[in-house]
């Protein structure tokens, strides 16, 4: 079955610093979805990427999917407190007729004034 | 607001108690999925519909627990006999599609402790 592994685990920043959030899949992705998460409540679609060397960047969220589509990275520039959160990466299921999607532990940002 | 609604917020029940969520997707949306989340892990999946067929199930989904969505429309999750393990947020999501890879919308969850 396809795993998702998130690094790092936790994350905390100054205000207005940059950083990266890696996820990385045990097989092919085939479509990989960056979800946000404050705690204690439902999921936030961000963005989702297809296509091998794709980018997406929304507001100062900027996320890729390397070639060989088996990490994805994700970026926030000079992040803010409203940046907190924890931040997921999930997977379509891995050829035809599987439906389960996946999701990786996630990474938990806080942000420091 | 047409965004995925779940009912109720927080469930506290003792252990050996039956519990019913419910979740009410975005209208249009023909799928609708059911999650398990437990602190500091992500999302584990349960099951999903489309429309009103049942097309998956989660090995994690034991007999206690049974989901329906009779009209194609809400959905409810139920689980019997709770057991301290079953404490967890429980997440819902729709969408549009006749393929996986759509955009979810979740709802903001049911939080169930068994006590």
């Known amino acids: 079955s396809q795993e998702l592994e998130q690094s790092p685990q936790s994350l905390i920043v100054q205000e207005g610093k940059n950083l990266t959030i890696n996820c990385t899949s045990s097989?092919?992705?085939?479509?990989l979805y960056w979800y946000k998460q404050k705690y204690g409540e439902g999921l936030i679609f961000l963005m989702m990427?297809?296509?091998?060397?794709e980018e997406k960047s929304h507001e100062k969220i900027t996320a890729k999917l390397d070639e060989k589509k088996q990490q994805s990275s994700l970026h926030i520039t000079a992040s803010q407190p409203s940046h907190a959160g924890i931040y997921l990466c999930g997977a379509d299921p891995v050829g035809p007729g599987g439906q389960n999607f996946v999701f990786g532990p996630g990474t938990r940002l806080s942000v420091l004034p | 607001d047409t965004g995925v609604s779940q009912d109720p917020r927080h469930k506290i029940t003792k252990r050996g108690q039956n519990v019913t969520f419910r979740c009410d997707p975005i209208s249009e949306h023909n799928r609708l999925y059911w999650y398990r989340q437990t602190l500091g892990q992500g999302p584990e999946f349960l099951t999903y519909f489309q429309n009103e067929a049942q097309l998956e199930k989660s090995r994690l989904l034991s007999d206690r627990f049974s989901a329906e969505r009779p009209k194609g429309s809400f959905s409810t999750l139920e689980i019997q006999r709770t057991e301290q393990g079953d404490s967890a947020m429980y997440l819902c999501?729709?969408?549009?599609?006749?393929?996986?890879?759509?955009?979810?919308?979740f709802g903001p969850g049911t939080r169930l402790t068994v006590l």
């Open positions: 990427l297809q296509k091998g060397g």
């Open positions: 097989k092919t992705l085939y479509g």
């Open positions: 999501a729709s969408s549009f599609g006749q393929h996986s890879y759509n955009e979810q919308f």
